[in-house]
């Protein structure tokens, strides 16, 4: 039953989704949900179109950077994004994206978990799996690129940061903390270099 509800929302939500704006909303974001596999991260330019010129790109970043401090921050993400994106009940509009997000991978985990070790021990399935684990890497990477690193790296400064971050991550095993106050207070007194 959770999956011919999920296939059911999938296809019939879009159809039935320019009746009300909460509706497509919900729809928009059951169909971003739908295309989690390996990690969030790989619905980011989908959600990008999804605000469409509704939220700047500087506000999109923002709210994007502020998701990482959470667990599950796609998700969180995707509550910023649903309180913007419904600004006459923007309360409303955050748990219907919410919900919304989360309810594809909720009916799918319920319709094949009983059954996952004996499809998952099919050739075909595994197959099919490890196919979309290699796909995930190249969305996980577009993603990074477009829009994180083609609208937030744009001079020498940037690029440098970006390479300190890495250093900072793999070397010094600095806290994510630590290193968001450093970036805060280097992209502070970066703003005011002349270049």
Not at 67 to 94: D, E, K, R, W
Not at 101 to 107: Q, S
Request: aromatic content about 12%; hydrophobic content about 60%.
């Amino acid at each position: 039953m959770p999956l011919i509800l999920f296939v059911a929302l999938l296809f019939a939500l879009p159809l039935f989704a320019s009746a009300l704006p909460s509706l497509t909303l919900f729809s928009e974001f059951f169909q971003a949900g739908s295309l989690v596999f390996g990690g969030g991260h790989v619905v980011l330019p989908l959600l990008q179109n999804i605000v469409g010129d509704q939220l700047s790109q500087d506000a999109f970043l923002t709210g994007y950077a502020a998701a990482q401090a959470v667990p599950g921050p796609m998700f969180t993400f995707a509550t910023y994004i649903g309180y913007v994106m419904l600004p006459s009940a923007p309360v409303a509009g955050a748990l219907i994206a919410t919900i919304a997000v989360f309810l594809p991978g909720f009916l799918l985990l319920l319709g094949v978990l009983k059954n996952w070790q004996s499809l998952a021990a099919k050739p075909k399935v595994a197959g099919a799996m490890n196919g979309v684990n290699a796909a995930v890497v190249g969305l996980l990477l577009a993603a990074l690129y477009q829009p994180v690193f083609s609208s937030a790296v744009i001079s020498a400064l940037d690029i440098s940061f970006v390479l300190v971050g890495f250093y900072l991550l793999k070397q010094w095993k600095l806290p994510i903390v630590w290193m968001v106050l450093f970036f805060v207070a280097a992209g502070i007194t970066g703003g005011m270099l002349p270049i």
